[in-house]
């Protein structure tokens, strides 16, 4: 059984960093793309990263390239999201999900499509909350 546990998440100030992880088990984690989505209030669910696990090949939605990293430590099944120079815009309830590929028919990315990250991946998170303040 596909299982992923998201922690990190919580409340800082406009420019702090917070750093999310997710836990995947439940599935050979070496050939899987494991995405974070983010959903702010009154708006659609969308793609913020996602990662290769069985290589380096990442992807950033536009909003937070320059600012945000995902990462994984392939010892422990855990990938990461670094979120640096964090603004009010960042609020919402984030996601980890994980897929295994190729989620598009493009040829964009085993991972991501040519819109980004679909929302298609097949097994989600439970979701936790990040609040930024300015």
């Known amino acids: 059984q596909v299982r992923l546990v998201e922690s990190g998440g919580g409340s800082v100030q406009v420019g702090e960093s917070l750093r999310l992880s997710c836990v995947v088990s439940g599935v050979p984690y070496e050939d899987y793309c494991v995405a974070w989505f983010r959903q702010a209030p009154g708006k659609e669910r969308e793609g913020v990263a996602t990662i290769y696990t069985g290589g380096p090949a990442t992807y950033y939605g536009d909003s937070v390239k320059g600012r945000f990293t995902i990462s994984q430590e392939r010892s422990r099944n855990v990938v990461h999201l670094q979120m640096n120079s964090l603004k009010p815009e960042d609020t919402a309830v984030y996601y980890c999900?994980?897929?295994?590929?190729?989620?598009?028919?493009?040829?964009?990315?085993?991972?991501?499509?040519?819109?980004?990250?679909?929302?298609?991946?097949?097994?989600w998170g439970q979701g936790l909350q990040v609040t930024v303040s300015s």
């Open positions: 999900a994980a897929d295994k590929g190729p989620v598009s028919r493009s040829r964009a990315g085993y991972c991501w499509g040519d819109s980004g990250i679909p929302l298609t991946y097949q097994h």
